[in-house]
């Protein structure tokens, strides 16, 4: 058997798994990254580097995880099919695997149209469920989609994203079937603000046996003011910010929010630690990276110690 | 059929800016269909252009004709009694992108023009709207998908199912479109062919399409 990623080992324990979501700078400028880095070493299983997020030109997630690989940071690749063709995915897969990345997440990623290059020429040659296919037969099959045997014998731990947030549930848990089906090895959802509707969908994903074959890990997120929620609501398509929670956070004064966001985030990781199915948080601190030490310190997310 | 729109009038003077003799063909197929290039649209730019440059003082002869098609050789020889009677400076087709094509083939020192944006295959919504069905790939699936085009009619092409963005059963893209996902499992669920959705469709051939380079559809038994 292939040697487990740090985040492969932990979920297989059957421990809590702790990951963050880490976007790469528009830039070049590392310091801030190394600093972040030093600061989240030990205290999370894995870090994903986002792809691109919201189409949105940053350094490349491959460059940006071998930086936080370096710095003793385990990282989860994000890769979206949006910018690249099958040829170049493949070929960024075998250069992260030869810089010792192993955990990549899959998703097709959000449309140019909403990024701020909208004249770019939309790619998606591949889907999710094809690219995730795809991973594993390199893994597997020791070949690339072509049939072509390759050199080597990587070793990559997949995963896919879901959003329980959706109205056709039934239409969602097809694709989300479809994805564990084609190799998915592990589920980051999209950030958790509405307990009882994750937990609806939840109960779906269970029901359908999914959760057994594949941990579902949830995401969380930290909010740092009432401003970034209205963001996240009306600019990330996708993401469910409640009535209740712009709310919360618009009821204190601006210098508390941050305090209100933080007991929010807290509140969201006691409710899913209680819930049964759910293997572990993924969190999202938009624009509030630097936090995320603290956030865990609070969550009672520690230690991490690193089972590598 | 093909959907077009004609250009805004400022570009298509500009483009005839050097010019004061110039004819404007007309097509009286898809575009004619969907309002962009038929006999009245031709008429309209005529007289849109007459009228533009008689304000800046600087008139500009304008022939009209409108072909049945201009997506057949044969047809746009019926341009060349008036090409060599009037020494035209320019001609602005508008057809479908094949049309000025055709027209500069056949007309080696013409200047060729485009009037119209060509648009996409694609049929009426309503009155006065047009949507996109067909994105030309060459090898057309829709059967594994309840009838409907996932490839054309989603935003990101999927073709195992719907993105995190779609919400309230609209397009992450544009609020005003259809999540065709939505459509094609409502569909499937109608036909009973859910058990059909949930198998995976693998990676497309995209040699088929454009990706190929340009394309030839051959019929041997047509052929001379």
Known sequence: MKAQTNLQAILAKGEFAVTCAYAPPCGTDIAMILENAAQ?????????????????????????SKILLDAGVEPILEMVTRDRNRIALQSDLLGASALGIENVVCLAGDHPASGDHPEAKKVFDLDAVQWIA??????????????????????F?????????????????????????AGAQFIQTLPVLEMERFSLWLSEVRGRALADRCPIIAGVLALKSVEIAEYVRNRMRGITIPD???DRLGAVPEDQQQEEGINIFIESIEALRRTEGVRGVHIVAIGWEEKLPELIERADLLPRADSS | MIIAEMKPVKEILEMVRDYQNILIVGCKGCVAVCNAGGPKEVAILGA???????????????????????????????????????????????????????????????????????????????????????????????????????????????????????????????????????????????????????????????????????RRIIREDLTI
């Open chain 1, 134 to 155: 795809a991973i594993g037969q390199i893994r597997d099959q020791g070949c690339l989609m072509n049939g072509k045997k390759i050199s080597g014998k990587p070793n």
């Open chain 2, 48 to 214: 849109l252009l007459r009228i533009a440059r008689r304000k800046e003082g600087r008139d500009i002869v304008v022939d009209e004709r409108v072909l049945d098609r201009q997506c057949e050789p044969q047809l746009i020889e019926q341009l060349a009694g008036p090409v060599k009677e009037n020494n035209y400076d320019a001609i602005v087709s508008m057809a479908c992108s094949v049309g000025p094509q055709y027209i500069a083939e056949q007309f080696d020192t013409m200047v060729v023009l485009p009037g119209l944006n060509t648009g996409f295959m694609g049929g009426t919504v309503v009155h006065g709207i047009w949507g996109e069905y067909c994105a030309g790939c060459g090898t057309c699936q829709i059967q594994s998908f309840g009838g409907l085009c996932p490839l054309t009619r989603c935003a990101k092409g999927l073709l195992n199912g719907p993105c995190g963005g779609s919400v309230d059963g609209k397009c992450e893209v544009n609020k005003d479109v259809d999540c065709v996902w939505e459509l094609i499992y409502n569909r499937m669920k109608k036909l009973g062919q859910l058990d059909r959705l949930a198998q995976a469709v693998g990676a497309k051939d995209w040699s088929t399409s454009l990706s190929g380079g340009p």
């Open chain 1, 157 to 181: 731990f997949v995963g896919a994203v879901a959003n329980p947030f959706v109205e056709s549930l039934e239409l969602h848990m097809i694709h989300l079937q479809k994805k564990i089906a």
């Open chain 1, 244 to 246: 209740a929670v712009i």
């Open chain 1, 40 to 64: 989240l070493k030990g205290k999370v299983h894995a870090v994903t580097v986002n792809d691109n997020p919201a189409a949105r030109v940053r350094m490349s997630s491959w460059a940006l």
